[in-house]
C-alpha cells in the first residue's frame, strides 16, 4: 500500500496595501487633453438642444492666430460661412467676426446637427485661414460654446451682443464686421450689402428668432453689449 504524500502548506504572503481613493475614479492628468494651453469651454456632456430654440454659438481661435478682422482675413470668414449657410441640418442666420473668436447665432433641424454643422464650418474657416497666412495646425479651441435661446429677451440680447460695436470706436454703432448689412433689426437702418442674393446667412425660420424678439424693441445705437471676461 502506497503512503500518502504530504504536501508543504503554501506560504503565507502579506496583504497588498489598498490606499482608498487610487482606483477609479479622477486622477490628475488623467483625461482627453484640450487643444492650446486650455480648452476654454468644459467637456461637460451638452444639453439636448430644441430645433426651436435659435443656439449662440461662440467659437474661440487659439493664441498666436492673427486678428481676424482685417479685411482680407474677414473677407476669408465671410466666404466660408457664405458656403455652409445651410449644410448639416444647421442654418446660419446671424454672425459676428471678432478678433480672437467667432460668434453665430443659428438654426438646428435637429439636436446632432449642431456639432456636425459647426465641426464642418470650422474646418472650412481653418484651411482657409491657414493657406493665407501660410501657417500649419490647429486655429480654433477644441470645445466651442453653444447657448439655446429660449426665451425673446435671450434672443435680442445674443443680437446685441453680436452687431453692437465692440473695441474702438466706430462710425456707426453697429459692428462692421458682421453680417449687419442683411439684418432688417435695427431701429436705424444699415445701408443694405450691395449684392443681397449671395448673403452669407439665412432667413430665419423659428418664431423666437423670425418675430418674437421684435416685440421687445429693434436694436438702438443706445443699446451696448455686455462686457465679456478677458481670456487669461
Known amino acids: 500500500m502506497s503512503r500518502a504524500v504530504r504536501r508543504p502548506a503554501p506560504k503565507k504572503t502579506a496583504p497588498v ?84 473668436e467667432l460668434q453665430f447665432i443659428v438654426e438646428i433641424d435637429r439636436h446632432r446637427a449642431l456639432a456636425d454643422g459647426i465641426k464642418s464650418l470650422a474646418i472650412s474657416i ?10 500649419e495646425g490647429t486655429v480654433f479651441l477644441d470645445r466651442y460654446e453653444a447657448k439655446p ?13 453680436l452687431y453692437m460695436s465692440h473695441g474702438k470706436p466706430q462710425r456707426t454703432p453697429f459692428d462692421p464686421v458682421s453680417s449687419a448689412p442683411y439684418f432688417d433689426g435695427f431701429i436705424k437702418a444699415v445701408p443694405p450689402a450691395t449684392d443681397n442674393d449671395d448673403a452669407p446667412v439665412s432667413p430665419a425660420e423659428t418664431r ?25
Open 17 to 100: 496595501p489598498v490606499v482608498k481613493g487610487t482606483w477609479g475614479g479622477r486622477r490628475a492628468g488623467a483625461g482627453r487633453k484640450p487643444n492650446g494651453l486650455s480648452a476654454g469651454v468644459s467637456h461637460r456632456k451638452r444639453a439636448k438642444l430644441d430645433p426651436a430654440s435659435p443656439v449662440h454659438v461662440t467659437l474661440r481661435v487659439l493664441k498666436g492666430v492673427p486678428d481676424l478682422r482685417t479685411r482680407a482675413r474677414a473677407a476669408i470668414v465671410i466666404d466660408a460661412v457664405r458656403l455652409a449657410t445651410e449644410q448639416h441640418g444647421m442654418r446660419v442666420v446671424h454672425f459676428s467676426i471678432q478678433s480672437g
Open 126 to 135: 481653418a484651411r482657409r485661414l491657414n493657406g493665407h497666412l501660410e501657417r
Open 149 to 161: 435661446l429660449r426665451t425673446a429677451e435671450e434672443v435680442r440680447n445674443a443680437l446685441v451682443q
Open 208 to 232: 423666437l428668432l423670425r418675430v418674437a424678439w421684435r416685440r421687445l424693441g429693434l436694436l438702438t445705437p443706445k443699446d451696448a453689449p455686455a462686457i465679456r471676461p478677458r481670456r487669461r
